[in-house]
Structure formats: structure tokens, C-alpha cells
């Protein structure tokens, strides 16, 4: 199983929105609505900050959503704030109920 | 609270196995899904498997599934990864986290490093 195809980096001044993107094939991203994003500062567990393409956990904030359309799956930031800047991963289900994650992406707050 | 509390690192030689524990505090791990997730340094997340507290069945990504083996103890809120036959590539982050589509809370890691 491949990994899903990030940008190795993004980044946005304070205030600004960002957008990353997550490709998969119609077997994982586009065969599930599974797709969830995760957040992780340096030296730190992962935290997911959405579920399920567009599903905000309690106590995310409203600053992140997500999106997809077809095997693309995308994750906004606005009102970028320095406490954004970390790296960022997608995962999704998988045809055979594995999961499969994509490369990561950081994101750098100028 | 609801979080998982993971054993401590690990230094191995390569050849030997390692066992790491999840311990769940603030729910119990009926009817869950733990999955087992790694990071090489300065990598990305990779996923090994997870296993279902409620049917005992494990599903594990096809280049580790001759080497790894998740159990759980639900007696005591546990669950283990077991890597065997270690190797340099080996050497990484090891996390639990609970969820089947999604994954939360997580374990805090458990460094792992394998050395000849």
C-alpha cells in the first residue's frame, strides 16, 4: 500500500489561510469517507484535529476544516496563528480495512 | 481522563524481539480497536495494525506481518506490541492509539533502538 501523496511543506503569514492537500486512489481516499488529519509538534504524540473528511473533534478549533473531492482530500487553516507551525498527516481506510498515511507535511507560520 | 500510557524506552542488539504496553486509563478496552503506529526519525507516521478487543481479530500491514504481533489484556487495560527480529530499520518512535477510523487519544510514544 503506498503511501498518500503530501506536499512536503506549506507555509502562510499570521492571519492567512493555508490549504494542504492529500492524494489517494479510488481503493483508499476515494473509496472510504475516512480521511483524517493530524497535527504534531516536535517530540510530541500526533492529535487529530479532523475526522472523517470534514469532522471537527471537540475541542479543535473552528480555525481547521476539511474537504474532499474525489481521491483528493484537503485541510484549511485559516487565521494562521504561530501555534499552527508543526507537521501534518493524512490517513485514510483502506480497501482491505488497513490504513494508510500520508508522507506529511510541514507547515511553517512566517 | 482518557488517555494511553505507554511502557518506557527500549535498546536492543538486532536479531532480538521487543515488547512495548499501552496501558488505557479512563475507559476500559472492550469493544475497542488499538492500532500500533511508528516513526523513524525525522519520518513520517507508519501504520503496523491494529487488533479488535471485540472479536480478538488483528489485521497488520503486509511488510510487517511476518514480524509483529498485538495482543491485549483486558483484565488489565493493556495491550502489547511485539516486534521480532529486530533490525537497524527498526529503530523508531512506537505509538498506540485508539480508533478504527480515526485514532485518539494516543500513547506518548515509546523510543525504540536497535543497535548492533
Known amino acids: 500500500q503506498s503511501a498518500l501523496t503530501q506536499p512536503a511543506s506549506v507555509s502562510g503569514s499570521p492571519g492567512q489561510s493555508i490549504t494542504i492537500s492529500c492524494t489517494g486512489i479510488n481503493s483508499d481516499v476515494g473509496g472510504h469517507n475516512s480521511v483524517s488529519w493530524y497535527q504534531q509538534h516536535p517530540d510530541k504524540a500526533p492529535k487529530v484535529v479532523i475526522s472523517?473528511?470534514?469532522n471537527r473533534p471537540s475541542g479543535v478549533s473552528n480555525r481547521f476544516s476539511g474537504s474532499q473531492s474525489g481521491n483528493t482530500a484537503s485541510l484549511t487553516i485559516s487565521g494562521l496563528q504561530a501555534e499552527d507551525e508543526a507537521h501534518y498527516f493524512c490517513s485514510s481506510l483502506t480497501a482491505t480495512d488497513t490504513v494508510v498515511f500520508g508522507g506529511g507535511t510541514k507547515l511553517t507560520v512566517l | 481522563q482518557v488517555q494511553l500510557v505507554q511502557s518506557g524506552p527500549e535498546v536492543k542488539k538486532a536479531g532480538a524481539s521487543v515488547r512495548v504496553s499501552c496501558k488505557a486509563s479512563?475507559?476500559?478496552?472492550?469493544?475497542?480497536?488499538i492500532n500500533w503506529v511508528r516513526q523513524a526519525p525525522g519520518r513520517g507516521l507508519e501504520w503496523m495494525g491494529w487488533i479488535s478487543t471485540y472479536e480478538g481479530n488483528t489485521n497488520y500491514a503486509q511488510n510487517l506481518q511476518a514480524r509483529v504481533i498485538l495482543t491485549t489484556d483486558t483484565s488489565t487495560k493493556t495491550a502489547y506490541m511485539e516486534l521480532r527480529s529486530l533490525t537497524f530499520d527498526d529503530t523508531a518512535v512506537y505509538f498506540c492509539a485508539r480508533g478504527w477510523k480515526h485514532f485518539d487519544p494516543w500513547g506518548q510514544g515509546t523510543r525504540v533502538t536497535v543497535s548492533s
Open positions: 472523517d473528511v470534514n
Open positions: 479512563g475507559f476500559t478496552l472492550d469493544n475497542q480497536h
